[in-house]
């Protein structure tokens, strides 16, 4: 069903992108150990970031729709 929803809907492709680049980095970020934890730190937050300005800006989307 997944599948069939993401053919119908192509930023569902996006959305699962970037959950997966969150979450690699997050594992990235807790298995690695050596001097570019920070970096991959920054990595995480602005995987973060990302998500959630796509999430908003979905959400406004949404807003503007019911209002119309």
Excluded at 20 to 29: G, H, I, N
Excluded at 41 to 47: A, D, S
């Amino acid at each position: 069903m997944k599948t069939f929803y993401a053919l119908l809907n192509p930023t569902f492709l996006d959305d699962v992108f970037f959950l997966l680049l969150v979450e690699k980095t997050r594992l990235y970020f807790i298995c690695e150990k050596h001097d570019d934890i920070k970096e991959n730190e920054e990595k995480l937050m602005v995987g973060k970031k990302i998500w959630k300005n796509r999430m908003n800006e979905k959400q406004q989307r949404v807003n503007s729709e019911v209002k119309n």
